[in-house]
């Protein structure tokens, strides 16, 4: 490997060791005393079991709903199946904590344990739903046809024969909704669930500095590393073989009878949960708060903030993702694999205990970038490596190495080479990554409200801002200009997902 | 939901089974750390103590001052303890004549009677030290207090000023004898928050 590509596939990697060093430092201070005190308080167990009661709720329910729906649309009858596959992905546009704030403007009532359950499942279950679609969709309909001739039950097939197919799908999505959960700020502290991410960041409200927040962080990224990590093995894993010989042939479309229309009564149902109630009440909120009139101006600041953070920073997130790719895909290796599936397991670590990370050690040992743009850049890059990635391996993998090596020996330089050969053909590939991140970095609300300079204001945060003062007219505009910049992200991520799964 | 004279004599009454989900508090709101330490100051360490223990068991926590404050407009729950002008920002944006909650204040002295000053500051490191002086003794001139009287319903600082917003008369609220420089970087209002498990 050219030692310019390991010099720059080793900046990330060693961005994404901070959190874990800010955590060991200042848990460090505490000492052992403090720290056992600290893990053994009662607060400490009601946060930890209320984290787990949401993140376990949210998955159980995404799975549920993700087989029964992904096994309706593939696999049933159901009319105009087409047509639901593309819209049950649909709530994705919709961020968690817009989500959030539409339910909670509705009723007081969803501010709870059940309320959150309710509208993270709502947000959360395509994750799960489109990586099962696509398995079924290419799950070979000869196991079942094996295990219906020797005379089990359509019930007893599904759970010997399908089941097992899907598995993989399955596990992987449930595990990224449950890393989503865990690290979810936002809607949950809209909803007043307290977890150990509301619990972090009402700790950095009142006391910067706090050895509380740090051991807290520890404990969530305990959770949530674990979990990256099953799901990024998963995924590399996932292989769906077939035996035997000749085509693979369409399964059979099972017939649903009677529960036909309520089959489709209840999924229409659910889009409207998950999509229609939300966007519903945008539009509500947005006539009050015209009639109203305010916030005109600020709209076009927040745009401006909002650009002014996500344009530079996609374009360094994939600057840095671009090597840990090129290393992987060319030059392989043990070391290049690690630098290239750290990034994804470090996915897991929440936002706010990077932002929180950035700030213990900006402050003590670089203080003049502390509130800097450049805290919020790196924040981007530890939180979307993996997203850069993914977007762009298949471009860098379509690259033909072999005319990059030609130019090598015709005597241009390794990174001359790359330059005038690889770079221009990889370039659109490049484009598209940049646009899906900064719409992706428009959305991310947690490190930009901590690590943004004082006095910028994004879409995000001026949704946030309006809403936590209970400003829901106010927060309308912002909200449903995200909602709308979400659609090329979730576009993105169904046809990844579809060709990720699909034979 | 609730009228006056159901109201507590103290807000340490609050912390009481009788109000279990009928009042709401901000934990993380700067003011409520003051309110912590006035408490303690006032009552005892272990009575401020006592009193977060309960409201954590039978009080409602909010973000903010202002989501607690628009709960109890919009008939969530019967009272909420904020500052003042919480009140006046919602009453700005639905018509004073239109509110459905009212302000009531403690007064007699009692520890939720307590007066917040509202600070600034300059931090030593700013590259802008003469910038910074002359906007702060703009801040306290007439103009600037004037300015800022009329932006939020405070008390304005400066003697002879009257808020525009006909804030009940500073000289009726009957606060206790607890003063900023008492209360002073509240570290210790965070510790009993942390004991009751409230932070």
Request: glycine fraction near 8%; hydrophobic fraction near 50%; proline fraction near 7%.
């Amino acid at each position: 490997m050219p030692p310019w590509l390991l010099f720059a596939a080793a900046i990330p990697v060693f961005l994404i060791c901070l959190p874990l060093a800010y955590v060991a430092l200042r848990s460090g201070q505490a000492g052992p005393a403090g720290i056992i005190a600290e893990l053994g308080r009662q607060r400490t167990l009601d946060l930890l079991l209320n984290t787990l009661v949401i993140a376990l709720g949210v998955t159980v329910a995404s799975s549920l709903i993700g087989v029964v729906g992904a096994w309706c649309i593939e696999r049933s009858d159901l009319p105009g199946r087409k047509w639901w596959r593309i819209v049950v992905t649909l709530p994705l546009a919709v961020p968690a904590f817009v989500a959030s704030y539409a339910w909670s403007s509705i009723d007081g009532a969803f501010e709870s344990m059940p309320g959150a359950i309710f509208i993270l499942t709502l947000s959360a279950y395509p994750l799960v739903l489109l990586p099962v679609a696509a398995a079924l969709r290419s799950a070979d309909p000869g196991f079942e046809d094996v295990s219906r001739s020797l005379g089990r039950g359509p019930w007893a097939t599904f759970f010997g024969a399908v089941l097992p197919q899907i598995r993989p799908a399955l596990a992987a999505g449930a595990l990224l909704v449950l890393t989503h959960t865990l690290s979810e700020f936002g809607a949950l502290a809209l909803l007043r669930v307290q977890t150990f991410t509301t619990s972090i960041f009402a700790s950095y409200e009142l006391q910067f500095d706090n050895a509380t927040a740090a051991l807290q962080s520890a404990v969530l990224m305990a959770l949530c590393l674990p979990a990256a990590y099953g799901e990024m093995r998963l995924r590399l894993k996932t292989q769906v073989a077939r035996v035997g010989k000749g085509s693979r042939r369409h399964a059979p479309l099972a017939a649903l009878g009677p529960i036909r229309w309520p089959v489709a009564l209840a999924l229409g149902a659910l889009v409207v949960l998950a999509l229609g109630v939300p966007t519903g009440t945008l539009v509500y909120w947005l006539r009050v708060g015209s009639s109203a009139g305010h916030g005109r101006g600020e709209i076009w600041d927040a745009i401006g903030g909002s650009f002014s953070l996500a344009l530079p920073g996609a374009a360094i997130v994939v600057l840095f993702a671009l090597p840990l790719v090129l290393a992987s895909s060319r030059h392989g290796g043990r070391l290049a694999q690690i630098a290239d599936r750290l990034p994804y397991i470090v996915h897991g670590l929440p936002g706010l205990v990077v932002a929180l990370a950035l700030v213990f050690l900006s402050i003590r040992f670089a203080h003049p970038l502390y509130q800097t743009v450049v805290l919020v850049f790196v924040a981007y890059t530890m939180m979307f490596l993996p997203l850069a990635q993914s977007a762009l391996r298949g471009p860098v993998e379509l690259a033909p190495a072999r005319l990059e090596e030609m130019a090598r020996g015709l005597g241009r330089s390794p990174f001359g080479a790359f330059a005038s050969i690889t770079l221009p053909a990889i370039a659109p590939g490049i484009g598209a990554a940049l646009a899906l991140l900064a719409l992706e970095l428009m959305r991310e609300l947690t490190a930009t409200l901590m690590l943004a300079p004082s006095g910028t204001v994004t879409l995000a945060t001026a949704v946030w801002g309006h809403t936590t003062d209970g400003e829901y007219a106010a927060a309308a505009p912002f909200a449903a200009l995200l909602v709308a910049a979400s659609a090329l992200p979730v576009y993105f991520f169904t046809r990844r997902t579809l060709e990720l799964y699909e034979l | 939901m609730i009228t006056e004279s159901e109201l507590p004599a103290s807000v340490l009454d609050f912390a009481a089974e009788a109000w279990k989900g009928k009042f709401a508090y901000a934990p993380t709101s700067g003011a409520f750390q003051a309110q912590i330490a006035a408490i303690s100051i006032m009552k005892g360490r272990d009575a401020a103590l006592a009193w977060l223990k309960g409201l954590k068991d039978f009080g409602v926590s909010y973000n903010s001052d202002s989501g607690a404050m628009l709960a109890v407009e919009k008939g969530e729950i019967p009272v909420a303890l904020v500052n003042n002008y919480y009140w006046y920002s919602v009453a700005r944006e639905t018509g004073e004549d239109k509110m459905k909650s009212a302000l009531h204040f403690i007064g007699h002295q009692d520890p939720g009677a307590l007066i917040m000053v509202a600070a600034a500051g300059m931090l030593k490191s700013s590259k802008k030290q003469e910038a910074g002086q002359q906007f702060l003794a703009f801040m306290v001139s007439e103009e600037g207090q004037k300015a800022i009287a009329e932006a939020t319903a405070e008390y304005p600082l400066r003697p002879g000023l009257v808020s525009p917003y006909g804030l009940k008369p500073f000289g009726e609220l009957d606060p206790p004898p607890v003063t900023p420089s008492d209360i002073g970087d509240a570290e210790d209002a965070l510790a009993l928050a942390r004991e009751a498990g409230l932070a």
